[in-house]
């Protein structure tokens, strides 16, 4: 069934004829359709998707096409569109149409790489949140157990990749928010570099940590992603002005750098993985300890070393995190005043109870509790002692990276320090969420490249993810170390069963 | 942290709370705190802060562009999601009597 090819297969059916974008979109509108209880998707217009899949079927005809032609995605809803609505997940954005297409969305569409836009995924509201509860819209289902959470922030996108509503899906990364759903769901999802990738048109949370990248079946898809997505871009004041990469340059090398070399006993020979022993301390469940293990040992039968490092300040990088991104985001929401756009509350006295009233009613509570908190730390009396701080912690953690980075070619430990956990669990207390985004945040702090990778299942049945750290601008060796494992491994070609049991609950419905 | 905060960070903020609301946010606040207190036992004297990522690497100058038009004028695509306008303005309650 075309829902559970990757991007490479599709790109090859659509090339030789076997099948039209029309008909793809076709497939992957009637699943979502089907599978709507999920609620994965926030906005879908078929005639929208229809119109851009032929006019990729017209470019393939005449010859034009590229490697990601006529092949349909997701968008997750932070991203804005000028077709469907782009809420965040927000009340205060319901039912908002974007003048504009973000850039990531404008070079993946048809006057970029021609792919397929199925819609807009899911999201904890503004990105803020690691178990997509907090949509404004009701949370998207697991898979892989529907009593679970997806993770988030882009939960959706991770949701409708994993259930096979869409073969790959866009997500944002700003403390965990693409790794973390993507360890959840059973997929490769992966942060680059900050300033890798646009921000132009992502609905702002915390600026200076948030970054797009690609959540997809396996390594392979992701580099076709980032292909497209990726380079400078003079919209962002902070995209970095490099020049264009091909992501997928590794693939099918071993570590030499010798191609076809992927196919030897041990490709990963000279590679050096540091594993951090603070990855691996107290809270740590004890099934994903061990699937994680096992995952580095299967590395080491590859040809790779272990070597311990320390990342002495990875407690830390929680409340490092949790002053940071709600100061940025404090600042970045103050636009949502009912005035241009968004939520405008009905009855007021004057232009300040406007504001303050549209605002309490447009955001949800986690956004309201980030934006105080924000507020809090930005204040005067309080700046030196928790802003400053943590932005020089900041530093600490990422200098402790390029220490161990002396030692390592990659750094390797666990997603998140359980899988996902049941729906309602922990959203009554934020601080026991804050606390499983533990082994994330320091990527994001330090503006490095990270990725998720599927390593296997708990006694549950859940997946368990693999993180993979790398130094800046490493995505491409990154890309290929996680595909020389997919070679060798079989997680992450499983898919969940769900069908029945959707049908069994009725839920949502 | 006390409940006359809570109410000082809601003006701050531009949020309307309730004093229900505002009780239940004191206590997540300062639980959070809690949290964040820790920092305080790391010793970051003569540590730069670090407010861009990739000023770990490289030297960062805000970029500049030509002064050139770049925009189209858009301004009725532009104003289309606005609340409430009228001929090309955004419409707001009375500000100056």
């Known amino acids: 069934m075309w829902h ?230 003079p919209r962002d004041s902070t995209s970095l002005d490099m020049p264009a990469e091909n992501y997928s340059r590794h693939l099918g090398q071993n570590w030499a750098g010798v191609d076809g070399g992927s196919k030897e006993e041990k490709p990963l020979a000279g590679l050096r993985i540091g594993v951090p022993k603070e990855f691996f ?70 232009l300040a109870q406007m504001y303050s009233r549209s605002r309490s009613e447009g955001f949800g509570a986690e956004v309201k509790r980030r934006i105080l908190i924000g507020s809090y730390v930005l204040s005067q009396g309080y700046y030196d002692a928790y802003y400053l701080q943590a932005q020089r912690i900041r530093r600490i953690i990422a200098d402790d990276f390029q220490n161990a980075f002396k030692q390592c070619d990659v750094i390797m430990g666990p997603v998140a320090p359980n899988t996902a956990w ?42 368990v993810g693999l993180q993979m750290i790398g130094n800046y601008f490493s995505e491409a060796r990154m890309l290929q170390i996680a595909d020389i494992y997919q070679d060798k491994t079989d997680w992450h070609k499983a898919e969940p069963e769900f069908g029945s049991v959707l049908k069994k609950r009725g839920v949502a419905a | 942290m006390n409940i006359e905060d809570i109410k000082h960070l809601a003006i701050l903020s531009s949020l309307e709370i309730n004093s229900d609301e505002a009780n239940a946010t004191l206590n997540q606040l300062q639980t959070i705190f809690t949290l964040v207190e820790r920092m305080q036992a790391v010793d970051t004297t003569g540590v730069e802060p670090l407010f861009h990522p990739i000023a770990m690497i490289q030297d960062l100058a805000q970029p500049l562009r030509q002064d050139a038009v770049t925009e189209q004028n858009n301004r009725e695509a532009n104003m289309a999601a606005a609340p409430a306008q009228h001929e090309g303005l955004f419409l707001v309650p009375k500000v100056i009597e």
């Open chain 1, 422 to 463: 049941k729906i309602g669990e922990k959203s009554k207390d934020p601080v026991q969420m804050y606390l499983e985004d533990i082994y994330t945040l320091s990527a994001n702090l330090a503006g490095l490249p990270a990725m998720s990778i599927p390593c296997g299942f708990d006694s549950e049945h859940m997946p």
């Open chain 1, 281 to 350: 301390s107290e809270g740590l469940s004890a099934e994903v300890r061990v699937k994680v293990e096992a995952a580095i040992a299967e590395y080491e039968k590859l040809g790779a070393t272990r070597v311990d490092v320390s990342l002495p300040k990875t407690e830390l990088s929680i409340p490092v995190y949790y002053v940071l991104a709600p100061a940025e985001a404090s600042s970045n929401l103050s636009r949502y005043d009912g005035v241009r756009y968004g939520h405008r509350a009905h009855d007021y006295k004057d």
């Open chain 1, 4 to 233: 559970q090819k990757t991007l490479t297969e599709l790109s090859e059916a659509l090339s030789t004829g076997k099948v039209t974008s029309v008909e793809l979109t076709d497939h992957f509108l009637n699943r979502i359709l089907h599978f709507a209880d999920l609620n994965a998707f926030l906005d879908v217009n078929n005639d929208f998707s229809r119109k851009q899949a032929q006019i990729a079927d017209e470019k393939i005809k005449s010859g034009k096409a590229g490697p990601l032609t006529g092949i349909p995605l997701a968008h997750k809803d932070v991203f804005v569109t000028r077709e469907w609505r782009s809420t965040a997940a927000s009340n205060m954005l319901e039912n908002y149409v974007s003048p504009f297409d973000a850039s990531v969305v404008e070079r993946l569409g048809p006057d970029g790489a021609g792919m397929v836009c199925l819609g807009k995924t899911n999201m904890d509201e503004f990105a803020m949140g690691s178990s997509n509860e907090n949509s404004a819209f009701g949370y998207s289902f697991n898979p892989w157990d529907i009593d679970r959470v997806p993770g988030g922030s882009s939960g959706g996108s991770a949701v409708a990749v994993a259930a096979g509503l869409a073969p790959a899906a866009t997500g944002t990364d700003t403390g965990g928010s693409i790794r973390q759903p993507a360890s959840f769901c059973g997929l490769t999802g992966l942060k680059p570099t900050y300033g890798r990738v646009s921000r132009f048109g992502m609905i702002a949370y915390a600026s200076s940590l948030d970054q797009a990248g690609p959540m997809a079946k396996n390594a392979k898809d992701c580099a076709l992603l980032m292909n497209a997505m990726g380079g400078h871009d």
